[in-house]
Each structure stands twice: as structure tokens, then as C-alpha cells.
């Protein structure tokens, strides 16, 4: 009797250690940039991540698309461990894994037009002729808002156009997880509201699951199912987003929900009850974390 598939991701004791420099005698000093994390993303769902830069958040989320391969741990992807990076298993499977990145200029070809990036990683994947490519490329630019723009190069788009065109290239190969990395923070902030909507109804359109990634908790809360909290390479808190921000239970994510701006003082105050007991949610200005 075969067990039951998991439907998502199971990471297990997921570990990524870099060598910090070489040594005369014995082995080089290591530092770990993801330390010993377990987490889950269920179909359907979306696990943000919060935490400084530094903390080790874009690791795990190479590490949860397969872009890069643990030190040591496991991640399942659908009841399926990722193959070894560079294998035809391994191609087979990125096509239903997909990332938008930060800076979405760095990531397009700025001599090919948008419709023509678009259709490209969809024929990479898939045998279309030519026709059948190009509808499912329109109507996936069309879905994400840029139906009358797939002729225009990068260049002549503003940033959240051109960030929703990587939205259109990832999901027009119909993958079940999106691995969102920073995705929206070198956005204005009324663009970016336009992007995370768009995300939030593409996840209830396609059922798919989405990891966010972000320094933003603002952002994070309004976005995510549950919230995971990493410092120093460790996942130090996860659990229901509201819960998680409303009564935080480790001492680190307190004092990154204290640097949350207030809309009032009585807003303010009230945080401070319910996460600090009524003290001072305001650290030392040097235990502030440093948002990128």
C-alpha cells in the first residue's frame, strides 16, 4: 500500500553552508546561510518569508525552487525529490517550478520583444505549433493586463508592466508553485498593490502556490496564508499569519513587527499590548533590523 502524495513542498532539514574562507591547516571555516529549516507550502497556499537581509530567505527560496542544491536536506516537490541540478529529470521538473525576481530588467532579453519571451519559454517546454504558442501567449498576456503591449521591447515598458510580463512567462507554463523573491519591492507603492492583486487572483485562478519573500511585512500579511520568520539562517517562527502577527512568540519577531510603521499612536500602543505587555516595543536603535 503506497502512501499518500503530499500535494506541494516538504522541506526537511534543509541546510545550505558556504565556505567562509581557506584555511593553512584542516578544513576551511563554513557559514550556513539556511541552518537546519523545515517547512511546508500546501497547494493552494502562500508561505511568505520575512526576515532582514542577510537572513537567508533568497537561499531557501533557490533551494525550494530547485535552482540550488542543499549542502544537506531534502525538499519534496509533490511527493517527488528534486533530481540533481543540470539532469533532464531536473529540467522536467523546473517547468513546474517558476520565480520572479526583483529586478524584473535583469531577468528579459532587452532585443526580443515581450510576446516573443513570453511564446519562447512556453515552446521550450512544450511541442505547440507555432499558432496554438502564440494564442496561449496572448491570452496570457492579456490575463496579466498587457494584451495590447507583447510587440513593445523591455525598455518601453514602465517597471510594473515589465514585472507583469515575467508574471505572464512564468505562468504560461501552468506551474504549481511560484517562488516570489523580493517581487515587488523596487515597486511604487501603488503599483505594487496592482501586482500583489494580480497575484492573488492568478493563485485562486490556477490554484497555485505561492512562496513570498520579502522585507516588507506589511506587504507579507496582506498576501500570505501563514508567515515564516527566518534570522541567521534559522526559520525561527511559522505559523497563521494573523496569529503570527497579532501575538508573536519569539523575541525577533516582535521587534520586526516593532519596526512596522503605526498609522496612529493608539495603534502603536496597542501592538505594544498585545505583543509586549504593555512595555516599549522600541528596541536599542542598533538591534533595528536592516531592511535592503
Known amino acids: 500500500m503506497t502512501g499518500t502524495v503530499h500535494k506541494g513542498v ?31 507550502i500546501a497547494e493552494g497556499e502562500t508561505l511568505g518569508i520575512v526576515g532582514e537581509s542577510g537572513s537567508g530567505k533568497s537561499t531557501l527560496g533557490r533551494m525550494i525552487a530547485g535552482i540550488e542544491a542543499p549542502t544537506s536536506g531534502t525538499v519534496s516537490f509533490w511527493g517527488e525529490h528534486y533530481a540533481r541540478v543540470g539532469t533532464p529529470q531536473w529540467r522536467r521538473q523546473r517547468r513546474h517550478v517558476q520565480v520572479v525576481f526583483q529586478n524584473p530588467a535583469a531577468v528579459v532579453d532587452p532585443r526580443w520583444s515581450i510576446h516573443a519571451q ?42 510594473g508592466q515589465l514585472q507583469r510580463a515575467v508574471i505572464a512567462r512564468a505562468l504560461v507554463l501552468n506551474p504549481r508553485l511560484v517562488v516570489c523573491d523580493e517581487a515587488v519591492s523596487a515597486l511604487d507603492v501603488s503599483v505594487q498593490a496592482q501586482i500583489i492583486n494580480l497575484l492573488l487572483n492568478l493563485r485562486q485562478q490556477f490554484n497555485l502556490s505561492l512562496m513570498f519573500i520579502s522585507h516588507d511585512l506589511s506587504v507579507v500579511r496582506h498576501i500570505s496564508h501563514r508567515v515564516g520568520v527566518m534570522h541567521a539562517g534559522e526559520l525561527l517562527e511559522i505559523g497563521d499569519s494573523s496569529t503570527l502577527f497579532d501575538n508573536p512568540q519569539h523575541d525577533y519577531t516582535r521587534r520586526l513587527l516593532a519596526a512596522i510603521p503605526a498609522d496612529s499612536p493608539r495603534q502603536r500602543r496597542q501592538r505594544d499590548i498585545n505583543a509586549f505587555g504593555g512595555r516599549s516595543a522600541v528596541p536599542a536603535p542598533r538591534q533595528l533590523p536592516v531592511q535592503s
Open 10 to 40: 516538504v522541506a526537511t532539514n534543509l541546510v545550505q553552508a558556504y565556505s567562509s574562507g581557506r584555511r593553512l591547516w584542516g578544513k576551511a571555516d563554513q557559514f550556513r546561510a539556511v541552518d537546519r529549516v523545515n517547512l511546508t
Open 118 to 159: 513570453v511564446r519562447e519559454a512556453l515552446t521550450t517546454h512544450e511541442a505547440l505549433d507555432l499558432s496554438e504558442a502564440d494564442d496561449r501567449t496572448q491570452a496570457m498576456l492579456a490575463m496579466v493586463g498587457l494584451g495590447s503591449m507583447g510587440k513593445r521591447l523591455p525598455h518601453q515598458l514602465s517597471g
